[in-house]
T-cell receptor
């Protein structure tokens, strides 16, 4: 049973560019959450998608947006990249009442 | 105000030297406390969920316990392969209906076990 799959694994972008990260949830999971983890910090909640809608949002600017598709997969988009956006971006899937399964993350470096 | 505080930030042990990691929380009406293990460059791997004070769970050399104010992750006779960052997390105080709870994470404890 495949777990959570994220792509790409690594990405280097220039300030001001836009980036799209992708996530395929674990089979049977209908909820996808995105977290940002800076070096030496715990993951911070960005937002959560359930039934193709953004249901919860953390303290992140509107430059961060997302989407969930009918097959429950999800995208995270970040516009106008800043150096401070460099981090490990984690996708976690779950279904109501179950715990999270995390993917291995996408390491984004903004130069 | 941080809702989850982990200590120590880093811990070095010799193989076989038992110790404990601490996770204190300020959320009232706790609705679960989660422990994860994270290897460098990887996503967190689920270890335990605890729901009520007095609850204990074990997995190999790890045992997690919960009180009304904090949780401990006890590591008995650790091995080098136990080296990782251990994260704890809690849902926020406000219950959310629909989808799953978001988690508020501590900064983690980086454990190094030397052979």
């Amino acid at each position: 049973d495949a777990g959570v799959t994220q792509s790409p694994t690594h990405l280097i972008k220039t300030r001001g560019q836009q980036v799209t990260l992708r996530c395929s949830p674990k089979s049977g999971h209908d909820t996808v959450s995105w977290y940002q983890q800076a070096l030496g910090q715990g993951p911070q909640f960005i937002f959560q998608y359930y039934e193709e809608e953004e249901r919860q949002r953390g303290n992140f600017p509107d430059r961060f947006s997302g989407h969930q598709f009918p097959n429950y997969s999800s995208e995270l988009n970040v516009n106008a990249l800043l150096l401070g956006d460099s981090a490990l971006y984690l996708c976690a899937s779950s279904w109501t009442g179950d715990g999270y399964t995390f993917g291995s993350g996408t390491r984004l470096t903004v130069v | 105000e941080d809702q989850v505080t982990q200590s120590p930030e880093a811990l070095r042990l010799q193989e076989g030297e038992s110790s404990s990691l601490n996770c204190s929380y300020t959320v009232s009406g706790l609705r679960g406390l989660f422990w994860y293990r994270q290897d460098p460059g990887k996503g967190p791997e689920f270890l335990f969920t605890l729901y009520s004070a007095g609850e204990e769970k074990e997995k190999e050399r790890l045992k997690a316990t919960l009180t009304k104010k904090e949780s401990f992750l006890h590591i008995t006779a650790p091995k080098p392969e136990d080296s990782a960052t251990y994260l704890c997390a809690v849902p926020p105080p406000v219950s959310y209906q629909g989808g799953s709870e978001k988690l508020v994470f501590g900064k983690g404890t980086k454990l190094t076990v030397n052979p």
